[in-house]
């Protein structure tokens, strides 16, 4: 789906939800949830606020926060706590049903889709529970550090 029709989708669904729930449609909420659909990573509430207040929009933190929380509830964006610590979030678009490698000495983040894992865990029953969706975090060193933690070793044998 392009980006437009993806924006457009999402602001369909947020007034959808806005008046379902008799909550008021202001044009913060819109802004902001362009702005999320503006961008391509995950992204945290400090890096969408330093964007917003660089666009020349100012919004309180607090106002962000309770927006970003409309989202998740609205299920326009998905939280994730990948180290345990900062919450990271994520457009809903695109691949539904993936997972995540993390790299644990740089902390970036590459989202994958392996349709056999996919396929398996679609596939898999529960009693008492039917699966929305699912999302797997993969933990290890990515290969640009796993270079770079070689080179440093070679260099220290070396001297």
């Known amino acids: 789906m392009g980006e437009n029709k993806s924006k457009e989708v999402a602001r369909v669904a947020l007034t959808q939800y806005i008046h379902s729930k008799n909550m008021r449609q202001t044009p913060e909420r819109y802004t902001i949830l ?11 509430i400090e890096t969408l606020y330093s964007e917003l207040e ?3 929009f100012h919004v309180s933190k607090a106002t962000l926060y309770n927006t970003i929380q409309l ?35 740089c902390r970036r983040i590459k989202e994958v889709k392996d349709t056999t894992l996919v396929n398996m865990l679609k596939s ?12 797997l975090y993969v933990y290890g060193l990515c290969s640009r550090c796993s270079r770079l933690n070689k080179e440093i ?4 044998i070396k001297k």
Do not use: M, P, W
Not at 34 to 44: A, G, L, N, R
Not at 153 to 156: A, L, M, V, Y
């Open 71 to 105: 989202f998740v509830d609205c299920g326009l964006i998905r939280r994730h706590q990948f180290d345990g610590k900062t919450s990271q979030y994520e457009k809903v678009s695109g691949i539904k049903n993936h997972h995540h490698l993390i790299c644990t000495q």
């Open 124 to 135: 898999h029953r529960y009693s008492a529970f039917n699966t929305s969706y699912f999302a």
């Open 153 to 156: 070793k070679k260099n220290s």
């Open 54 to 56: 660089s666009d020349g």
């Open 34 to 44: 362009d702005k999320v659909f503006d961008i391509e990573d995950h992204f945290s």
